[in-house]
């Protein structure tokens, strides 16, 4: 827990299952990097750079997400399953993140708010109800 990891290069890592608890990771390239099923809860994740990068799973409760390059990224069941926590995207910061085809059509607990605060919300990928509430289709 509170590793500090900001503005590393560690492209393609292996972090899957890592519990990285309100670590910093600020500016850091996680390119190709697996953190599928990761434990991100309360951690720093402005400015980092995940190019097919691998969320699935992942534990973002809280997480900081401000001006991240998600682009292209995989979201996919990160709160499918019964241990990870219900309120997987309650606090979630994506203000100014570039969401350009980000995939979260099946994200259950992602509000609004979060996805309008950043770039290309509406060139994201969403379950068809809640692309209607973004007024997308």
Known sequence: TGKNLKNFHIPKINL????????DLSETNLDGSNLSNA?????????I?????QFQGANLSKAN???????????????????????LYVK????NA?????????????????VKS??????????EDFAKKLDLK
Not at 49 to 53: M, P, S, Y
Not at 92 to 95: A, G, L, R, S
Not at 98 to 110: G, K, N, R
């Open 118 to 127: 950043a770039q290309n919300c509406g060139q994201a990928l969403y379950d």
């Open 39 to 47: 434990n991100l809860e309360d951690t720093k994740l402005h400015y």
């Open 92 to 95: 979630v910061n994506f203000q």
């Open 98 to 114: 570039d969401l350009f085809q980000a995939d979260f059509t099946t994200v259950q607990a992602l509000t609004i708010e979060q």
């Open 49 to 53: 750079h995940t190019h097919k990068a």
């Open 16 to 23: 899957s299952q890592a519990t990285l608890l309100q670590a």
């Open 65 to 87: 997400l401000s001006n991240a390059n998600l682009v292209e990224r995989s979201f996919r069941e990160l709160n499918s399953m019964e241990h990870i926590s219900v309120s």
